[in-house]
């Protein structure tokens, strides 16, 4: 299993894209130097683009004036995260803002990451799935995501909520063999694989799409 998760590793740093990725900005970010265009030019290619890839260009931009343009951009993952033992899936969902910095001939483009949803829909503890952002997705991340996944069906919650002794320790015992068995079989660690590569593979199109209109 050591050995497994050695090689999804190295085959994802293989996969890496020319955005950086960052941290404390919990996304990715990239500058353009464009020595052909006027600040005015960029900033209107930007809108462009804002209008031929939103439903509701209006809505979507939070903010826009001649020096920085934000948009909000949403969008779904549709491989099953995780199925529990009540035979229950879900999708993935992010929600993420597209902060255009604009200056003369260049631009700064960052992709914040506001939100990612797993499970059954709720939102969890925020920044808790930097492992899938950044694709270093090894044995600790896919064990906290599946006890995260376990504990947040709604059966169980209410069947530990209060316990505590004896009770309440079988009930973890129980947490931990769900887990042990799902990481041994390892399908789980395909699907997050999965779904770390098609957000990897959003973020590489959304990065080429806007490329494209700025002539890069």
Not at 29 to 47: C, D
Not at 63 to 74: A, G, L, P, T
Not at 132 to 156: A, H, P, W, Y
Request: hydrophobic content about 35%; proline content about 1%.
């Amino acid at each position: 299993m050591k050995k497994l998760f050695l090689l999804i590793f190295f085959l994802n740093l293989f996969t890496c894209f020319s955005q950086e990725l960052s941290k404390d900005l919990y996304g990715y970010t990239k500058s353009y130097k464009l020595e052909s265009l006027s600040k005015k030019e960029i900033h209107s290619r930007v809108k462009e683009w804002i209008g031929q890839n939103f439903v509701s260009p209006l809505e979507a931009t939070k903010f826009d004036d001649e020096n920085k343009i934000i948009v909000e951009r949403n969008f779904k993952m549709s491989p099953k995260l995780v199925q529990t033992f009540q035979n229950t899936t879900s999708n993935y969902k992010v929600s993420c803002f597209l902060n255009f910095f604009i200056s003369e001939n260049k631009l700064l483009l960052e992709m914040h990451l506001n939100d990612v949803y797993s499970f059954d829909g709720k939102k969890g503890e925020p920044r808790t799935n930097w492992g899938l952002v950044s694709s270093q997705v090894d044995e600790t991340f896919i064990r906290d995501m599946l006890t995260r996944g376990f504990t947040n069906v709604k059966q169980f919650s209410r069947i530990t909520i209060g316990k505590k002794g004896a009770e309440g320790d079988a009930m973890a015992k129980k947490a931990i063999k769900y887990v042990d068995k799902e990481i041994k079989k390892g399908i789980f660690i395909k699907r997050i694989i999965k779904v770390s590569d098609l957000l990897n593979k959003e973020v590489r199109e959304v990065y080429s799409s806007i490329e494209r209109k700025l002539g890069v």
